[in-house]
């Protein structure tokens, strides 16, 4: 079991940069693949990236590669998510997740989730 709790949320205005940090609970961090997903008004679920029980793995959704790098600090039991060159439509409650085995873009894949944190990007 692993709670998840996100912090670092914010506004921000176009251009500018935000670090999410998502910090777990338990002793067996490392042994989970950790992800984000984020959520706008009005619109589903939408995977943003995830990155494997070492760090040594990731994978990014398109509309944020090159701009975005999850990476983690299993001393720390923490996972980040840097955002860069950030855009309006970018904003969206941004949510970590955990699962044992999977860090791709499957939803129904993450069996813990955190409560999320807003991201609002301004013009």
């Known amino acids: 079991q692993v709670q998840l709790v996100e912090s670092g949320g914010g506004l921000v205005q176009a251009g500018g940069s935000l670090r999410l940090s998502c910090a777990a609970s338990g002793r067996t961090f490392s042994s989970y693949c950790m992800g984000w997903f984020r959520q706008a008004p009005g619109k589903e679920r939408e995977f943003v990236g995830g990155i494997n029980w070492t760090g040594d793995g990731t994978v990014y959704a398109d509309s944020v590669k090159g701009r975005f790098t999850i990476s983690r600090d299993n001393a720390k039991n923490t996972v980040y998510l840097q955002m860069n060159s950030l855009k309006p439509e970018d904003t969206a409650t941004y949510y970590c997740?955990?699962?044992?085995?999977?860090?791709?873009?499957?939803?129904?894949?993450?069996?813990?989730w955190g409560q999320g944190t807003q991201v609002t990007v301004s013009s």
């Open positions: 997740v955990a699962s044992r085995l999977y860090y791709g873009s499957d939803v129904r894949s993450y069996g813990y």
